[in-house]
């Protein structure tokens, strides 16, 4: 049985990831999607809600799982007895990003990663894009799974509002500093 971790953020799933999702579920037997933690990031969307957006995407998928993880994604390979790792590549710059990374992950874990080139009709699609649109009120429906629009455009809200309250407390604590 042959087991590949198909790793990212996933800020959110995008239709992208969902080609290389089930294009790696195609060439191994069980592919177990790993949503990560990155301290430098700051997501959108929570590790929580991307996992169920990313199991609801996969749903009729058999033989693939969707877990999180926070650390090493060598340890995880090692842990979960993967013998690839398969990421998508759009164009140079994903190279240019993940050759790096899968270097490393050889080295650490034994584990090599297999690149799948994306679905030509997908390549522009990237969840830092998405959620640039979305952020923008722009249509986002066409680029990602069912459900998923909606969860983005409630995230952006939310980073909206959170935004709007912490101006007002930098305001206040100014508006005090000043006071005489």
């Known amino acids: 049985m042959t087991l590949a971790v198909c790793p990212g953020s996933f800020d959110p799933v995008t239709l992208g990831h969902l080609d290389v999702i089930r294009r790696a ?6 592919v177990v999607v790993v949503v990560g933690h990155n301290a430098a990031k700051h997501p959108l969307l929570s590790v929580d809600e991307r996992v169920m957006l990313v199991q609801t995407a996969v749903v009729g998928l058999e033989g693939v799982m969707v877990t999180s993880w926070d650390g090493l994604l060598a340890d995880f390979l090692v842990r979960s007895g993967a013998c690839a790792v398969v990421k998508g590549l759009r164009g140079g ?7 790096g990374m899968a270097l490393l992950n050889r080295h650490l874990s034994g584990v ?10 997908l390549a522009h699609v990237a969840s830092s894009l998405v959620k640039d649109v979305a952020r923008h009120g722009g249509a986002i429906d066409d680029l990602v799974p069912i459900g998923v629009a909606a969860a983005v455009r409630a ?6 509002s959170a935004a709007r309250e912490a101006a007002a407390v930098r305001e206040a604590a100014a508006a005090r500093q000043l006071a005489p």
Do not use: I, K, N, Y
């Open 25 to 30: 579920r195609a060439m191994f037997d069980e």
């Open 155 to 160: 995230a952006v809200v939310r980073e909206a």
């Open 93 to 99: 710059a994903d190279v240019d990003a993940e050759l």
């Open 112 to 121: 090599d990663t297999v690149f799948v080139p994306g679905d030509g009709a």
